[in-house]
């Protein structure tokens, strides 16, 4: 019960602006609860009327009645169903747009800790199951409660005696609800677990289907899905037992209710104290009765299941972004793209040692810093604090003088784009994957963009140009072009300082040279951090900086680096030609 206070002091906050709705749903469920209170009394009256006296002119003025009681219900039943069913998605639309908002402000490594798949399922099948606590558990539990009420009052008016017994049986219903609702909770809670461990395996075996063909993973790979959708049945198969279970055993306490009621009756009928009508009507109302009971019942499972997903929900709620939106930001200004590190240090978080110590550098505006190192030295570390993903455990990173905390999220990475490792391709077409870079750029800008990094040509060879669809993992270009559109994507963004991490990483040779002359295009005029093991660029770096084991190990240009003989040098190699790297990564010298 305590969980599902808690859910609810959580959620029910989500329901605000629509609670009038709400308002109007209850008074539509309790006015077709009374209109059926009110055609049970009239078919009392009915039977003893006009059908056991056999009398026609006594039958017109309830049979009217009735019918307009009838019409009544059936139109409030249709507005308050309708409303409901509207309230109810709106307040899934929320919820959704509540936590997809929050989990996109998350830091990497909460993506590391949740496997893609789990987190679908939360934002899907929890996401639902905390509505049907929230609205329409809400909705539900008010209508049963208030039928509940009206039939038992008019079974009261009827035979209060008769209701009496009745109501000694109804704490049957309880009994049986609360002896299911903790293994149904349980269940429900194992068959969501095991509901995002199929959406991740099977994510994860498309994403990965080349390896699968290449390694002849097929076994594997269906095993996996075998182990996970075999968890799902145990617990799809154990929680709809128990349901049918808790059903059918309802079933049975209901209908000892309803024989006890229906003997109680004939021994009065016998003894003269009641009319056929009477017995009718009251037999009809305890019919009545236990339907909203036993949905109360229900309800209650519904709720204790609902607490899985609410827990699920709140893991991802309770997730905090590493960083946040200053109170007051700096108000924003024409940026120049002066960078400086101050003794900066930093440790992932759960990590045993710091990941970069003591960093100190500056970069003036326009300037190409390029920045190398071995694997694992930090050098994606650095573009991580420098985006903001992370804030540095020491030490400050600051943009024109400006600490970074202090800017506006959003200023801050208008200003700095970052050109990541990997290329990323959304859906879309060409033009949508470049015009993301500044949304609402015009055509004209996207082309120039394009031509500038090199794509124009390509993209205009295509049968459907600048319109061809794009798909994450997409076949239809190479890794170079792909790169090239993301660079074009840069280019457009226009930014006073850019992040590049690893911008040749995954091309050969032939394609990482395709794209050097685009990079100097897109770094010319603005500070950029080129961090790389490729070295092609070095001769154009203003400064290179080695870092190594988290350290600034060196620090000047390619010929005074190559010159000193350190880690640089044998980074560069000895040989002007193609060479492997101390981590065997191809780099390239001019
Ligand atoms: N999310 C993380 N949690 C904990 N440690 C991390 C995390 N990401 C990176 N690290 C660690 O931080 C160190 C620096 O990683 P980083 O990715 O910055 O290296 P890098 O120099 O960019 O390497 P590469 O050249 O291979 O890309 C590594 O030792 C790595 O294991």
Partial sequence: MREVREAFRRFWPLTRGDRRWLAVIVTCVVVAALAETASILLFAELTDNALRAGSLSAFWGPAGAWLGVAVLGALVGYLGNSLATWTAERFVLRLRADVFGHVQDLPPHFFQKHRQGDLVERLTGDVEAIEQMVVSGVVGTVSAAFSAVFYACAAFYLRWDLALVTFVLAPLFLLAARRFSGRIREASRDERVADGAITSVVEESLGHVVLTQAYNRHAD???????????????????????????????????????????????????GRMTLGQLLAFAAFVGYLYPPIRSLGQLGLTLTAATAGARRLGEILDARPSVTDPERPVPAWPVHGRLAFHGVSFRYPNAPRDSLHDVSFTAAPGELVLITGPSGAGKSTLSKLLTRFYDPSLGTITLDGVPLPDLGLGFLRENIALLPQETLILNGTIRENIACGRPGASDADIEHAARAAAAHDFVTALPDGYDTPLAPGTAALSGGQLKRLTIARAILRAAPVLVLDEPTAGLDSVAARRIIQPLRHLTSGRTTLLITHDLTLAPDADRILVIDGGRLAETGTHAELVARGGTYARLAGPSPAAVTGADDTLVLRL
């Fill in 221 to 271: 790979e269906a095993r996996r899905l075998d182990r996970e959708a075999r968890a799902w049945m145990r617990a799809s198969v154990r929680g709809a037992r128990l349901s049918e279970m808790y059903e059918q055993l309802v079933e049975v306490v209901e209908t000892l209710c309803v024989l006890t009621v229906i003997g109680l009756g004939v021994w009065e009928i016998s003894a």
